[in-house]
């Protein structure tokens, strides 16, 4: 079977076919996944574990670890906080997460 993606892409998209497309509500927005490139981005609060919660705090950080992270992409806070729960788990003699 062959593909015609050369005609897909040769179409262009009249008004018409533009009032065939539901808007999207915000529900529809909620659920939606969000992708940079071919990464996927959590939205929200990263996973807690049950029965506790953040504690607000402020941290000085080094440039050098701050940059590190934030190359990652969206999300670095909670990597870094990662980072730090495997560091307790191990000092600890715990299994890390």
């Given at each position: ?5 050369a005609?897909?892409?040769a179409?262009a998209?009249t ?5 065939e ?23 929200g609060?990263?996973d807690?574990?049950?029965?506790l919660?953040?504690e ?11 940059a590190?992270?934030r ?5 670095w806070q ?12 191990r000092?600890r003699?715990?299994t890390?997460r």
């Open positions: 079977m062959q593909s015609d993606l005609k897909v892409d179409h998209i008004p018409e076919e533009y009032d497309i539901p808007e999207l509500t915000d529900a529809m927005l909620a659920r939606a996944d969000f992708h940079v490139g071919d990464r996927f981005v959590r939205r609060p990263p807690l574990i049950p029965g919660a953040d607000p705090v402020m941290v000085r950080l080094l440039p050098e670890v701050v590190h992270f190359a990652m992409g969206p999300g909670a990597r870094v906080n990662a980072v730090l729960m495997a560091a307790v788990e000092e003699g715990e890390p």
